[in-house]
């Protein structure tokens, strides 16, 4: 992984990440603060979809990159996740990269057998068209005759034509062959983006729950510790050092 991708995963990075289209948080910010740094325009609302930055929702430059200089990440909504949760989508990131590239890798296999047998096709129209003229030629040497010339040659473009039109029809059901599987291998895609967002909202949510859970231990036990200088029991001094500890 280059520096540049290891900062934007990181979320240490101003630069803009991959992003993806959430209806509750999308359009340009109402607010004239914050704006971003080169245009001083107002941000947009963005949230990202790359590596561990994946749900982080942000305040971006509205300039695109094909109209100018996208100068980043104007302000961050979220803070970075708990790093098991970084974790998590980091690994899921690796598996789809993985996935992807078996599909890279499987498509230039085929372009290259189809290449292939293309050059094959065309070397053996070549020596068809030859082995044709060679018959014509012992034909007319044989009979003498213009006319049968003449038959043969028609014959030879009617089935260079025929020929032409197999081979071209071979070679159209194959794109549209291809067409179908890169459809398919879209949905494929599209189907794991919504599983990525389905399942970073779950951690988050789990997260979230045991964090209440957390201060609700916490209260309690300030609770007990209250209650034991109150009556007197066990050291005081002890007591004042663990409520220090809570109060950190």
Known sequence: MTGIRAQRMSGTSQETP?????????GQLELSEPTCMMHHMRPIKC?????????????GCPVPQSEGVNCGVTEWVDKPWHP???NCLSRLWDMYHEQNCGRVVDKQKYEKHFSKLKTENDKLCIEYTKLVQDVSKMFDWQDGR??????????????FEKKKKEVEESARLEVQMEKLKLAKEQRCILQSQADIIK???????EVEQERDLLKIEKAKLEHV????????HASKEKLEKI?????S
């Not at 213009?146 to 089935?159: F, T």
């Not at 399942?199 to 949510?205: D, G, I, Q, S």
């Open 146 to 159: 213009v006319d049968h010339m003449d038959y043969q040659k028609a014959v030879e473009e009617e089935e």
């Open 18 to 26: 991959d992003t993806t289209v959430e209806p509750l948080f999308c």
């Open 199 to 205: 399942n970073t909202r779950k951690a988050m949510k």
């Open 243 to 247: 409520k220090a500890i809570l109060d």
């Open 84 to 86: 098991i949760l970084q």
């Open 225 to 232: 510790v209250n209650e034991l200088l109150n009556d007197g």
């Open 47 to 59: 949230v990202a979809f790359e590596g561990t930055l994946t749900g982080r929702r942000f305040y």
